[in-house]
């Protein structure tokens, strides 16, 4: 079993940035792949960056392409994700899951999460 904690959020104003971060314990991930999600009020979680177990392939989606990078340090267990350019409508609880069977750009693969850390962005 995979424990999963996010960091990193926070308030931000829109064109500014933030990176958060993923902490893992209780296995290592470096056979997982790892993705972000966000969940906004009133809307479903949905994946927004995936990454291999390698960090050789990326999956991004529409809304963050270009503005979001996500990383992986496996000797430390993390996976990161760097947010730029940030807008009013990147407001939402952002969380950190790991996909054990590598499919790292379905969203319905993901099987362990974190806890989500708030992510907010004022105009």
């Known amino acids: 079993q995979v424990q999963l904690v996010e960091s990193g959020g926070g308030l931000v104003q829109a064109g500014g940035s933030l990176r958060l971060s993923c902490a893992a314990s209780?296995?290592?991930?470096?056979?997982?792949?790892m993705g972000w999600f966000r969940q906004a009020p009133g809307k479903e979680r949905e994946l927004i960056a995936g990454?291999?177990?390698?960090?050789?392939?990326?999956y991004y989606a529409d809304s963050v392409k270009g503005r979001f990078t996500i990383s992986r340090d496996n000797a430390n267990n993390t996976v990161s994700l760097q947010m730029n350019s940030l807008k009013p409508e990147d407001t939402a609880v952002y969380y950190c899951a790991a996909a054990p069977n590598g499919v790292y750009w379905m969203g319905s693969q993901y099987n362990y999460w974190g806890q989500g850390t708030q992510v907010t962005v004022s105009s």
């Open positions: 990454i291999t177990w390698s960090g050789g392939e990326t």
């Open positions: 209780g296995r290592t991930i470096s056979s997982y792949a």
